[in-house]
């Protein structure tokens, strides 16, 4: 089982990106996919969440509105797209895999993780 999360960069504040979390070894609508996001010496929170079977989503107060997860299980990808993106969104965003029908911003629930890839948004 692979998880591929790329899309990171940089991006100046007001600005967009779109993360993508390409899925291998694992039926993608089987498991719910969480976007995480750390910053140094903080711990991972969950940013959103998609379920499988019905793709419910679920978002962190903090990028409500702002921040789309979408799946395509064609092509075994999750994206985020992110936009009216803030300085404070700076951090590396990891995608998750966990075998459950339900969303969860719980890390430990999770049963796959990405490599992470840096989102920097600075002017």
């Known amino acids: 089982v692979q998880l591929q999360a790329s899309g990171g960069g940089l991006v100046q504040p007001g600005g967009s990106l779109r993360l993508s979390c390409a899925a291998s070894?694992?039926?993608?609508?089987?498991?719910?996919i969480g976007w995480f996001r750390q910053t140094p010496g903080k711990e991972r929170e969950g940013v959103s969440c998609?379920?499988?079977?019905?793709?419910?989503?679920y978002y962190a107060d903090s990028v409500k509105g702002r921040f789309t997860i979408s799946r395509d299980n064609a092509k075994d990808t999750v994206y985020l797209q992110m936009n009216s993106l803030k300085p404070e969104d700076t951090a590396v965003y990891y995608c998750?895999?966990?075998?459950?029908?339900?969303?969860?911003?719980?890390?430990?629930?999770?049963?796959?993780w990405g490599q992470g890839t840096l989102v920097t948004v600075s002017s």
């Open positions: 998609i379920s499988s079977g019905d793709g419910s989503t």
């Open positions: 070894g694992l039926t993608l609508d089987y498991h719910a």
């Open positions: 998750a895999a966990g075998l459950f029908y339900r969303c969860s911003f719980y890390t430990h629930e999770y049963d796959y």
